[in-house]
C-alpha cells in the first residue's frame, strides 16, 4: 500500500517526468509531502503560476515530454489560466495540477472553489476532478496520455485535498509509446506521383516536426525532391534558415508577394501543421474552401486534418513517419522547372530577410541588438523570446539553424519570456540559453529571474526598454493616430533592479555599446542583465504628416 498521492507521483516519475514547477497551496499539502519522497523529481518553487505555468510548457517543448506544474485552488488556479492556453495554443503537452476543497464541500461556493470543469472546459484537452483516492493514479496515467496524442494539450488534474494522503494500492500504469502510422500504400503511391510531377511543389512544415528525428526527415525528404521549405508560424528551429530550399516562415508579417507566389505552387504538402490562422494568413492562403493546388495535408490528429481547408489528400498519420516514407532511397527524377522555383521564392525570403539599416534618434534600434546575438549565439543556443515589436528582427532576420531553438509562444503571450528561459537553461545547462523581453512583458513575470540567480543559471537576459507597450503603440498609431493612450510605461530602474535580484547588470544607450555587453553577457559565466534603451521611435509607422 502507498499514499495516492505516492502512486501519482509513481506514476509521473515512471513516463520520464524529472521536474515539476509549482506555486505552493495549503489545498495541496498532501502532494507537496508526497514530492519529499521523491528525491528525483526536481521542484521548482516559482513567484507566480504564470511563471510556473509557462515553466512547464517550454520544459515540455522542450522534452518532448508533458510539462507539469502545481497550483493551489481558486487564486492559483485563475493565475495558471494563460499559461494552459499557452499550451493549447501552441500544442504542447501541459498537466496542471490543482488542489481542489475537500469533497464534502463541493458545489457549495467553498472558499477558494472553482468548477474546474467549465473554467477550464473550452481550453484544456481534459479536466478531471477526482473523486476517489483510487483513481488519482490512473488519472495522472490518462493525464499524461491525452495531453501528448492527437494535437497535444492542456490537461487539468483537480485533486480534493482530502484525497491526497489515502492508502491505496500501489498501481502499475505504463503507457508504452505507440506504434507511429502512415498511409497505406495506394495512398503513398498516390501523393509521390503528385511529388514526381509537381512543377512548384511547397512544403508547409509544422511543430509536429519537433518530434525525435523530426528536423533531419524533413531535411531528407525536401532535399531527395528539391522542394522549398515553408515553416508554419513561429516555428524557425525546424528547418536551416540559411538552407538553399529555406523560403521563410507564415507569420504576421509575410509580404504580399510571398504569399502571392506561394500561392503559384501547384502542390503544397502541408505537413506537422495545424495550419491555423496566423499560417494561414488569416485563413487566406490557400484559397478556402478548396485549394487551388493540390493539397496534401498530413496530422496526426483526426480532428485538425482538413479542418481549415478541404484537402485532396488528408493523412491522419505521424508526419515524421510520413515525411520518410516518401522520401527516395535513390536520386529520383526532378521536373526541370523546379529549381527555378525555389530561386524565385528564395529571392523574395532573402530580400525580406535582409537586415536593415535604419537611423534611430531616440535609443538604439533594437535590430542592432538582435544582429548582434546573431553573430555571437552559439551554434546550439536557445533563443526566449516574450511578446513584443522588440521581437520582430529576430522573427525576420536572425536566421536559426538546428540545433538552436527558438522558444517562443505561438499564443502570443506576454510573460513567456523569462520563465520559459529559466526552464530551458535547467533542461540544458550546457547550452546558451539568451531571452529577449520588452519591459513591459517583463514587468509581467520578470520576478522569475531570481531562480537564475538561486540556481546559477547562466542565462542572459536582454531587456528592450522603449518606455511603452510598443506593439500596441503601433497598431493604435496605425488605427487612431496621434491618439495615444495606455501605452506609455513609467518604469523603474532595471538595471537596479536586476543588481538587487542579484545578477550582472548593465544599461546600454549606444550603438557603439551592444556588441561589447552582448560578448561580456555572454561570457558571465552566471545570470547577467542587458538593459538597452531602445527607440521607440523607429518602430513606430510615419506620421501622415511625414
Ligand atoms: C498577457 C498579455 N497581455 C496583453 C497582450 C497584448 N500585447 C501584445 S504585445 C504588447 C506590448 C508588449 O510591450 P513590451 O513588452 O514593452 O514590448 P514592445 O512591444 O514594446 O517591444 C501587449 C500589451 C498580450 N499579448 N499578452
Given at each position: ?510 550603438e557603439d555599446q551592444v556588441a561589447r555587453a552582448v560578448a561580456s553577457g555572454l561570457a558571465a559565466g552566471g545570470p547577467c542583465f542587458i538593459e538597452v534603451k531602445a527607440s521607440l521611435a523607429v518602430t513606430l509607422p510615419p506620421r501622415r504628416s511625414d
Amino acid at each position: 500500500m502507498t499514499s495516492s498521492s505516492h502512486a501519482l507521483l509513481s506514476v509521473l516519475q515512471n513516463h520520464g517526468v524529472d521536474r515539476v514547477f509549482l506555486v505552493p497551496g495549503e489545498s495541496y499539502l498532501g502532494i507537496l509531502d508526497a514530492l519529499c519522497d521523491f528525491p528525483g523529481i526536481d521542484v521548482v518553487t516559482c513567484r507566480h503560476e504564470s511563471g510556473a505555468g509557462f515553466m512547464a510548457v517550454a520544459d515540455a517543448r522542450l522534452s518532448g515530454r508533458a510539462g507539469i506544474a502545481l497550483v493551489s485552488r481558486g487564486p492559483g488556479a485563475t493565475n495558471a489560466a494563460i499559461a494552459v492556453h499557452t499550451a493549447q495554443q501552441d500544442a504542447i503537452p501541459m498537466i496542471l495540477i490543482v488542489g481542489q476543497v475537500p469533497r464534502a464541500d463541493l458545489r457549495r461556493e467553498a472558499f477558494q472553489e472553482i468548477d474546474y470543469r467549465r473554467m477550464y472546459g473550452t481550453i484544456a484537452k481534459w479536466v478531471f476532478e477526482v473523486t476517489d483516492p483510487r483513481q488519482l493514479a490512473e488519472a495522472g496515467f490518462k493525464a499524461l496520455r491525452i495531453a501528448t496524442s492527437g494535437t497535444p494539450g492542456p490537461v487539468v488534474l483537480v485533486v480534493p485535498e482530502d484525497l491526497q494522503q489515502q492508502q491505496v494500492e500501489q498501481p502499475r500504469w505504463i503507457a508504452h509509446a505507440h506504434a507511429s502510422t502512415i498511409p497505406d500504400e495506394q495512398t503513398l503511391r498516390q501523393v509521390l506521383r503528385k511529388i514526381e510531377a509537381a512543377e512548384r511543389p511547397l512544403i508547409v512544415a509544422g511543430g509536429a516536426f519537433e518530434g525525435a528525428g523530426g528536423r533531419a526527415a524533413l531535411a531528407a525528404l525536401a532535399e531527395a525532391w528539391q522542394i522549398p521549405v515553408a515553416l508554419s508560424f513561429r516555428r524557425h528551429d525546424l528547418f536551416s534558415n540559411l538552407h538553399p530550399l529555406y523560403v521563410g516562415e507564415l507569420g504576421l508579417a509575410n509580404p504580399k508577394l510571398q504569399i502571392d507566389a506561394f500561392r503559384q505552387s501547384d502542390l503544397i504538402l502541408a505537413l506537422g501543421t495545424r495550419f491555423g490562422d496566423i499560417t494561414s494568413q488569416g485563413y487566406s492562403f490557400p484559397d478556402l474552401p478548396c485549394p487551388g493546388q493540390t493539397f496534401v495535408h498530413a496530422y496526426a490528429d483526426d480532428h485538425m486534418v482538413g479542418l481549415h481547408f478541404a484537402p485532396d489528400f488528408g493523412l491522419v498519420c505521424d508526419p515524421i513517419a510520413l515525411a520518410r516514407a516518401l522520401t527516395p532511397a535513390a536520386k529520383p527524377d526532378i521536373p526541370q522547372p523546379r529549381s527555378a522555383w525555389t530561386g524565385q521564392l528564395k529571392e523574395i525570403f532573402q530580400a525580406h530577410a535582409a537586415w536593415p539599416q535604419r537611423k534611430a534618434e531616440d535609443g538604439i534600434d533594437f535590430v542592432q541588438v538582435v544582429k548582434a546575438v546573431r553573430a555571437q549565439a552559439s551554434a546550439d543556443a536557445i533563443v526566449c523570446l516574450d511578446a513584443g515589436t522588440f521581437a520582430a528582427p529576430v522573427y525576420r532576420h536572425f536566421g536559426f539553424v538546428p540545433p538552436q531553438r527558438l522558444m517562443s509562444p505561438l499564443s502570443g503571450t506576454m510573460g513567456y519570456g523569462t520563465p520559459a528561459a529559466i526552464a530551458a537553461q535547467l533542461r540544458f545547462p550546457g547550452r546558451q540559453v539568451i531571452c529577449m523581453v520588452g519591459d513591459g512583458g517583463f514587468m509581467m513575470t520578470g520576478n522569475e529571474m531570481i531562480a537564475a540567480v538561486e540556481r546559477k543559471l547562466p542565462i542572459l537576459f536582454i531587456l528592450a526598454n522603449n518606455g511603452s507597450y510598443a506593439s500596441i503603440r503601433i497598431q493604435q498609431e496605425l488605427h487612431y493616430p496621434g491618439r495615444r493612450l495606455g501605452t506609455s510605461l513609467f518604469n523603474p530602474d532595471f538595471e537596479q533592479v536586476a543588481r538587487a535580484f542579484g545578477l550582472r547588470a548593465q544599461r546600454i544607450e549606444r550603438e557603439d555599446q551592444v556588441a561589447r555587453a552582448v560578448a561580456s553577457g555572454l561570457a558571465a559565466g552566471g545570470p547577467c542583465f542587458i538593459e538597452v534603451k531602445a527607440s521607440l521611435a523607429v518602430t513606430l509607422p510615419p506620421r501622415r504628416s511625414d
